[in-house]
Structures are given as C-alpha cells and as structure tokens.
C-alpha cells in the first residue's frame, strides 16, 4: 500500500523539476514582467484540472498518475481576467526596479541602497518623488546634504511611475531561463522600431 502512495506521480527528477509555466492574464498579457508571471509546474496542472486556467502550450516532458499521463504546460492562460493594479506599491524592489537597477547619481550597477534627494533632516519625505536609488559611495557622499552642497546631480528626475511604465522597464530585465515556447506572448505588445 505505501509503495502505491510513493508512486502516485512518477516522474523524473531532473525533467520536472525546473519546468515552470508561464502564467497570461485572460488577454495573453504576462500578469507581470518583472518578476516574470511563472507557477511551478505542480500548480500550473492543478489550475488546469480545476479548470481555472487553459493550456497553450506544453514542454515535451510528462507527469504521469496511475490514472493518467499528461504533458507539462509551459504556457497557460487565465479563464477569469485579472485587472492590474491602478497604483504601483512604494516598495524597495519597484524602486530599484523604477531606476533600472542604477545609482541615479553615477550609474553603478551594484551595492545598491536608497537616498532621500532632499534629506529628512531639512524636511524630505519619503515618497516616489523624493527617493532613489543609490550606491553606498555616491549615498556616502551625499549623506545628509542637498543636491547643491554634495556636488552630485540626478540622472532622472524622481516620479511616480504608471503600472505600464513598471511592465515597461521590467521587460529590460528577462530572467536567465526563457523557454521557447513564451516568446510569442512575452513581447507581442511591445511597439516596433520603425
């Protein structure tokens, strides 16, 4: 009986284990960028036999059952749309990921902290139009001064950014694995050079 149980899904260690879905909203839009929209393969089947969700694409490999043999999505699509958040949530990562990454006074791409443009001490708040990203040395520099008095200029002005702004800047970013099979539905919308 318990050998039953163990074997419930066979399955091949090494093929099944890194074979992540890709997750589209209800109008084959990814639901985010960056982090790119992807279940475990485990839930993206689960969806699929709840009916939650419909197959568009699958890997090569299979999960089989003792009931059942099936092939693992790769690409699924929502049945239900999920609307997009209105407002873009004032975190650390949406920070980062608004400055792409960079200290918005050199450029650097690492040691990365945040910075008041106009310090608390002489009344900066901390808000969208008030932070940015910041190398530790550049954030050293400036320390508690302004603009004026540390010497150092912003790259870009601080705003608030719109939530296709944020998808925008999260397509720079692609995750180090892209399976085939999404490349028609991860850059579709994006506009054409001319």
Same mark, same amino acid.
């Given at each position: 009986? @318990?050998?039953?149980?163990?074997?419930?899904? #066979?399955?091949?260690?090494?093929?099944?284990?890194?074979?992540?879905?890709?997750?589209?909203?209800?109008? =084959?839009?990814?639901?985010?960028?960056? *982090?790119?929209?992807?279940?475990?393969?485990?839930?993206? +089947?689960?969806?699929?036999?709840? @009916?939650?969700?419909?197959?568009?694409?699958?890997?090569?490999?299979? #999960?089989?059952?003792?009931?059942?043999?099936?092939?693992?999505? !790769?690409?699924?699509?929502?049945?239900?749309?999920?609307?997009?958040?209105?407002?873009?949530?004032?975190?650390?990562?949406?920070?980062?990921?608004?400055?792409?990454?960079?200290?918005? =006074?050199?450029? !650097?791409?690492?040691?990365?902290?945040?910075? %008041?443009? #106009?310090?608390?001490? %002489?009344?900066?708040?901390?808000?969208?139009?008030?932070?940015?990203?910041? $190398?530790?040395? $550049?954030?050293?520099?400036?320390? !508690?001064?302004?603009?004026?008095? !540390?010497?150092?200029?912003?790259?870009?002005?601080? +705003?608030?950014? @719109? *939530?296709?702004?944020?998808?925008?800047?999260?397509?720079?970013? *692609?995750?180090?694995?892209? %399976?085939?099979?999404?490349?028609?539905?991860?850059?579709?919308?994006?506009?054409?050079?001319?």
């Amino acid at each position: 009986m @318990e050998a039953d149980f163990r074997n419930e899904f #066979v399955r091949h260690p090494t093929s099944t284990k890194n074979n992540p879905a890709l997750v589209l909203n209800a109008d =084959y839009r990814p639901l985010s960028y960056y *982090p790119l929209s992807l279940w475990c393969w485990q839930d993206a +089947v689960k969806a699929a036999f709840m @009916e939650r969700v419909d197959i568009v694409a699958e890997y090569d490999d299979y #999960v089989n059952s003792p009931s059942i043999s099936i092939k693992i999505p !790769s690409v699924v699509v929502l049945k239900d749309y999920v609307r997009p958040q209105k407002k873009v949530a004032f975190t650390r990562f949406n920070l980062f990921l608004r400055d792409e990454f960079s200290c918005q =006074y050199c450029g !650097s791409k690492g040691d990365l902290t945040f910075d %008041h443009v #106009v310090p608390r001490s %002489h009344g900066g708040t901390t808000n969208w139009a008030n932070v940015v990203a910041a $190398c530790s040395p $550049c954030n050293l520099k400036k320390g !508690s001064k302004t603009l004026q008095n !540390s010497g150092l200029h912003l790259r870009r002005k601080p +705003v608030r950014p @719109e *939530p296709h702004q944020m998808m925008n800047v999260g397509r720079k970013f *692609p995750p180090n694995y892209l %399976h085939e099979s999404w490349m028609d539905f991860l850059y579709w919308d994006a506009e054409l050079d001319a």
